[in-house]
């Protein structure tokens, strides 16, 4: 009964829209609303539309995302956390035409492994950094991360975060735009149809570089929303992103090949 | 015959990890084992074999680095002492526990903390017994010579890719420092891409529409697939300690007391028994080369035949636990050894040995 009522609508000359193959069938781990999903297949489209998923090698981290090798069909290996950095440059100097790209969070990327982060970006690693920043530590339930905002509650500032205390969220991405390592910095985001769009032509662009020459390192930061981690309904956490998230954390490319934007 | 040449032994180790087919060593700087990386700096031996040398920014990421390379398929190494090896501990523990192979050498200096820049053998522990977190091993292989610092290097590669096992070359300051000639093996050509592939069929090097994607992970958030996972990795060491047991045995035949000694104690030791046997005391050296696994049965059976065994060590007693345990109280088992960078004289342990163990 249920096969008979999908043939009539499930036909080739009806799709608007097919799950790329390269995004296995495993249910996804995230929280409804999360924006890991949206992120992961804009890559594995990518890897797909380029035909390198034979070429390309991805780096998990430790955070939510730590099981993304579960959901990307692609060889991939899980790092320790904060090193995937490193565990990407081991990969990258020893098969340099492999397209190599690591996958992380913000705890990961701008705490625990900010000296990996930072000295992978100056020497230039030729290999593509995907940033989420959602201001929050998701996996472990919700602590206070390097990108928390300023009055931000966590479970381990209840209170708010007290910059004078805790110190102040961590811009990284403007940190590594710095560095003469780097080739391409942006800020994107995953909340809306045309977010999304020009998310995938901003990666796309770093895979394009990976794929021609030594260019320098990528970095893409998301700004994404938790909404399980910021109690709020997925709605509210997109609307919440846009009102907190991005005055802190405004979208744009900061960097585009090797130079500074204005 | 190889080529003759008098060498450090810390510049052995490098050399020899060119002349293996080694496809990057990453490293940082850290006395007394900097010649390492300074000897393969100079070298440029990606000009020659194509073999990549990297100084990271720290263990941590030098380590990590060789979880990376060593998860893509590759031939790669790394070296520290102390403080340093302390800083890769955690990413050891998941290269054992992701079953990757490669090859760490710890040219030990005395600690604790950032103690001294002068030999010791007090990192036994942590070799030998973890160090990491988790139930994991490591083959441990205890070089006595800048020979050994060559040979050690191909043989740790053959059984790193044997078992997807990390290998450990504990050394010490002294071994690491001193120059002795030294014949080194001929090149062996690095593995091409193909070769990688076919011989490591597990490796990240990309997934062909042939083949399953290939992972390297230590995760495994089952409780019943951890547990499995941990009883094939105790399956593995369990193998390895019935195959792997290295060890050497010098005057022991007719020996009526017994030192065991590894590394640059082991050379000590050596003068200790000659200095023995021209006072007419039967004294053999038994020279454990591989750490884990222990030659626990070997020194059992040396329990049946010597009145009583000293542990020489540049530490405070650490495998004289081992020799303990092997012994099960049979005979007499003390230690002695000097500590904080101090090397004991051949008559110093001698006279330990007269003390401790014939004396009474």
């Known amino acids: 009964m249920k096969d008979e009522l999908y043939t009539d609508i499930v036909k080739e000359e009806n799709l608007v829209y097919k799950k790329t193959s390269l995004m296995t069938d495993n249910i996804l781990s995230y929280c409804p609303g999360c924006g890991h999903g949206t992120a992961h297949r804009i890559i594995m489209e990518i890897i797909d539309e380029f035909g390198i998923q034979k070429d390309t090698i991805g780096i998990a981290p430790v955070g939510c995302s730590v099981l993304a090798y579960d959901f990307m069909n692609i060889d991939m290996q899980q790092a320790a956390h904060g090193r995937a950095p490193a565990v990407a440059t081991g990969i990258k100097r020893t098969w340099p035409k492999k397209i190599v790209f690591t996958y992380q969070g913000?705890?990961?990327?701008?705490?625990?492994?900010?000296?990996?982060?930072?000295?992978?970006?100056?020497?230039?690693?030729?290999?593509?950094?995907?940033?989420?920043?959602?201001?929050?530590?998701?996996?472990?339930?919700?602590q206070m991360a390097p990108t928390t905002l300023p009055g931000m509650k966590s479970s381990t500032c209840p209170y708010g975060r007290d910059v004078d205390m805790m110190g102040h969220p961590l811009k990284i991405a403007e940190l590594v735009a710095l560095l003469p390592g780097t080739h391409l910095v942006s800020r994107q985001a995953v909340h809306t149809p045309a977010a999304v769009r020009k998310t995938k032509n901003i990666i796309k662009k770093a895979f394009e570089y990976q794929l021609k020459a030594k260019t320098g390192t990528c970095f893409v930061e998301i700004v994404s929303n938790c909404n399980s981690g910021w109690k709020m309904t997925?709605?509210?956490?997109?609307?919440?992103?846009?009102?907190?998230?991005?005055?802190?954390?405004?979208?744009?490319?900061?960097?585009i090949e090797g130079k500074l934007v204005q | 015959m190889g080529e003759l040449k008098l060498m450090k032994g810390n510049e052995a180790i490098a050399e020899a990890a060119i002349r293996a087919g080694v496809d990057a060593y990453f490293g940082y700087p850290i006395t007394p084992q900097s010649e390492v990386i300074e000897y393969l700096a100079l070298q440029k031996p990606h000009e020659t074999t194509g073999m990549v040398v990297l100084q990271a920014e720290s263990e941590l990421a030098s380590i990590n680095m060789i979880y990376g390379a060593a998860g893509a398929g590759k031939k790669v190494m790394?070296?520290?002492?102390?403080?340093?090896?302390?800083?890769?501990?955690?990413?050891?523990?998941?290269?054992?526990?992701?079953?990757?192979?490669?090859?760490?050498?710890?040219?030990?200096?005395?600690?604790?903390?950032?103690?001294?820049?002068?030999?010791?053998?007090?990192?036994?522990?942590?070799?030998?017994?973890?160090?990491?977190?988790?139930?994991?091993?490591?083959?441990?292989l205890a070089p006595a010579s800048v020979q050994e610092m060559s040979d050690f290097v191909p043989l740790g590669f053959d059984l790193a890719f044997k078992y997807r096992n990390p290998v450990f070359i504990l050394s010490d300051g002294l071994i690491g420092q001193m120059m002795e000639k030294v014949e080194l093996f001929d090149f062996v050509p690095r593995w091409t891409e193909q070769e990688i592939i076919e011989k490591n069929p597990w490796a990240t090097t990309g997934k062909t529409p042939g083949r399953e994607r290939n992972i390297i992970t230590s995760l495994y958030l089952d409780p019943g697939i951890q547990e499995k996972h941990n009883e094939k990795l105790q399956a593995k060491y369990r193998k390895m300690k019935k195959e792997e047991v290295r060890f050497e045995k010098i005057q022991c035949d007719d020996a009526e007391y017994l030192i065991v000694a590894y590394g640059s104690s082991a050379r000590?030791?050596?003068?200790?028994?000659?200095?023995?046997?021209?006072?007419?005391?039967k004294v053999g050296l038994f020279r454990p080369i591989t750490l884990f696994p222990f030659p626990f049965n070997e020194i059992k059976k040396m329990a049946n035949q010597v009145k009583g065994i000293l542990s020489l060590e540049l530490s405070a007693g650490q495998m004289v636990e081992d020799i303990k345990m092997?012994?099960?109280?049979?005979?007499?088992?003390?230690?002695?050894?000097?500590?904080?960078?101090?090397?004991?004289?051949?008559?110093?342990?001698?006279?330990?040995?007269?003390?401790?163990?014939?004396?009474?």
């Not at chain 2, 000590?268 to 005391?281: D, H, N, P, T, V």
């Open chain 1, 106 to 142: 913000d705890g990961d990327l701008a705490a625990i492994g900010t000296a990996e982060t930072i000295h992978t970006c100056n020497r230039g690693e030729n290999f593509l950094i995907v940033f989420i920043n959602n201001g929050i530590y998701g996996m472990t339930g919700g």
């Open chain 1, 234 to 255: 997925p709605v509210q956490a997109n609307k919440w992103m846009e009102e907190n998230m991005f005055p802190y954390f405004p979208l744009g490319d900061i960097k």
């Open chain 2, 78 to 140: 790394t070296s520290s002492s102390g403080p340093g090896i302390s800083l890769m501990m955690e990413g050891l523990s998941y290269i054992a526990g992701a079953e990757l192979p490669c090859v760490v050498v710890n040219v030990v200096r005395g600690g604790p903390g950032l103690g001294t820049i002068q030999p010791a053998q007090s990192d036994y522990f942590q070799a030998t017994k973890g160090g990491g977190h988790g139930d994991y091993s490591m083959i441990v």
């Open chain 2, 268 to 281: 000590i030791a050596q003068k200790s028994i000659l200095l023995a046997r021209e006072k007419g005391i």
């Open chain 2, 326 to 360: 092997a012994v099960n109280e049979k005979i007499k088992v003390e230690h002695f050894g000097r500590m904080g960078g101090i090397i004991h004289s051949p008559a110093e342990a001698l006279e330990a040995l007269e003390q401790k163990i014939i004396g009474e």
